[in-house]
């Protein structure tokens, strides 16, 4: 199983470019129900921000919310990961980079995103999937 059989496609991707407003990425966090916005032009990747760059870098530093864009409080050239990239490959490059998000690229370009969450839930799909075959090969289990 490779990224791109379990990633979020580019259209449900949340996107703003370099000069939109922290509050307005803020907003389209909360509207999406995410915790990040990539930062692109067209299909280049120029950063990403997380909903934990705007409390730190922007409320906990004081910043002016109102003057501040993405590109003030944006991770630049985040961590991509080839949409041909096998899932446990993945999970290794994540932890080496201490990220919970990553961006896909096929071809140089920006075609979705991968999240923790979405691995979990992939996993856990997988656990259930494990659990049924146990349950059908086993005798019932009866709690003492």
């Known amino acids: ?39 692109a032009d067209g299909d280049s990747i120029e950063g990403i921000v997380t909903d934990r760059d705007i409390a730190l870098k922007c409320v906990a530093s004081g910043g002016d919310l109102k ?7 944006m991770t630049e050239k985040p961590f991509t990961v080839d949409a041909d990239t096998g899932v446990y490959d993945l999970f290794r490059q994540m932890r080496e980079h201490g990220v919970r998000r990553a961006p896909i690229v096929d071809g140089g370009k920006l075609s979705g995103i991968v999240t923790i969450d979405d691995l979990l ?19 019932p289990y009866t709690p003492a």
């Open 1 to 39: 199983m490779t990224v791109g059989d379990i990633a979020r496609p580019k259209d449900d991707l949340v996107t703003a470019t370099v000069d939109t407003p922290v509050s307005e990425l803020a907003k389209m966090m909360d509207d999406r129900k995410v915790g990040s916005v990539v930062v």
């Open 67 to 73: 003057e501040m864009t993405a590109k003030d409080v």
């Open 121 to 139: 839930v992939l996993l856990e799909d997988e656990m259930h999937e494990l659990s049924e075959i146990i349950r059908a090969e086993s005798p």
